[in-house]
């Protein structure tokens, strides 16, 4: 373990924001093999922070800190495999860490887990910037989104479309359009601050209270979507809502982008009717009685996970239903949230005195 009083030789810092609001969200995997989705992206940020030290031949060279987890472990980069935390690990495999360094690696984020709002994503995105900083030349924001994707899908077996890692690594409202999987073009929505204002005023984030979990129901859906193939209905019902999100945010109507947000949400049922749990159509039946314009079941959906709402013109309303969503059950849980300017960002701290 690294000694406390011990000065680094350098600290680097990382923030990547999470996910809301994946209107097009399906047809960016490998079974769409094209696809358009608007998302946004929000804090709370993934925070990642890395203690750099000279490395002196000892066995402890890249301690962890997961401290949402409370654990703090040694991480050893020559032992096949990943069993703590699966995700920092071949992470931090796949970026070389240099031999001539040790680290303290800590992760931290104010956004629950399991709340498909690519968390993740956004996890792998931190860490990968910040390992970059360790290493000659810097990744452009597309290339960290493609090895954060990496880690997921290449190393760790896991389906995962690439959306969630563009957003955590360009921030912004954007629209993406993916040519041919993996492989995509990222449009920032630039829209005046009036719009930008009022969309951050109007949006909340419902957390249901548990983690998202339903890898079962997810996969029947993946088989019966790569049996009838890319240009079927159900995907291209998913695409439409991503161009009409995009339109709906630059004409700063905010009826049309809720509709979009519905019209999402109702393909998603159509997919599989699990995937709109009976936890977000209670949170979806209260936001409606309070006058909200649209609901976006984030990520793939299915049990757990959260809820995007967009609300209409009064705050107070606003605020009323937020009470009453957190009144029905006591697991859920509103998550304050503010639109994210940026994507990653990495910056580095250097000790000259030591």
């Known amino acids: 373990m690294q000694d406390q009083a011990r000065t680094p030789l350098c600290v680097i810092n990382s923030v990547a924001p999470i996910r809301i609001c994946d209107n097009g969200g399906w047809t960016d995997t490998w079974f769409a093999k094209y696809g358009k989705i608007f998302n946004i992206g929000v804090y709370p940020y993934v925070e990642v922070q890395i203690e750099v030290y000279p490395y002196d031949g000892q066995d402890?060279?890249?301690?962890?800190?997961?401290?949402?987890y409370g654990e703090r472990y040694v991480m050893n980069p020559d032992l096949p495999g990943w069993d703590r935390h699966p995700l920092l690990e071949a992470t931090i495999e796949l970026m070389r860490v240099p031999d001539d360094v040790a680290l303290q690696v800590t992760i931290f984020s104010e956004a629950p887990a399991g709340a498909s709002t690519g968390t993740s994503a956004a996890v792998t995105v931190a860490l990968v910037g910040a390992l970059d900083r360790l290493t000659p030349g810097q990744l452009s924001p597309h290339e960290v989104a493609q090895m954060a994707h990496r880690v997921e899908t290449d190393m760790l077996k896991r389906q995962s479309g690439i959306q969630d890692q563009l957003c955590s690594a360009f921030g912004g409202i954007n629209f993406i359009e993916m040519h041919l999987y993996p492989y995509a073009s990222v449009s920032p929505i630039v829209v005046p601050n009036s719009i930008w204002w009022e969309l951050e005023r109007r949006l909340a984030l419902i957390y249901l209270g548990h983690t998202h979990d339903s890898s079962q129901v997810h996969e029947k859906v993946?088989?019966?979507?790569?049996d009838v193939g890319p240009d079927c209905r159900q995907l291209n019902d998913l695409r439409v809502t991503a161009e009409k999100s995009r339109d709906a945010l630059y004409a700063g109507d905010f009826v049309a982008l809720g509709q979009a947000m519905i019209e999402n949400t109702a393909a998603q049922e159509r997919l599989n009717s699990a995937l709109v749990s009976a936890d977000a159509k209670r949170v979806i039946e209260i936001a409606r009685e309070y006058g909200a314009l649209g609901w976006k079941l984030n990520g793939a959906g299915g049990e757990g996970g959260s809820v995007t709402l967009l609300c209409g013109p009064q705050s107070h309303q606003k605020r009323a239903m937020i009470r009453e969503i957190e009144q029905e059950n006591p697991l859920f849980r509103?998550?304050?949230?503010?639109?994210?300017r940026f994507g990653l960002r990495t910056w580095k701290q250097e000790f000259t005195d030591r």
């Open 334 to 340: 509103n998550i304050p949230i503010y639109l994210s």
């Open 222 to 226: 993946i088989r019966e979507l790569e």
């Open 60 to 68: 402890e060279r890249i301690i962890i800190y997961a401290e949402n």
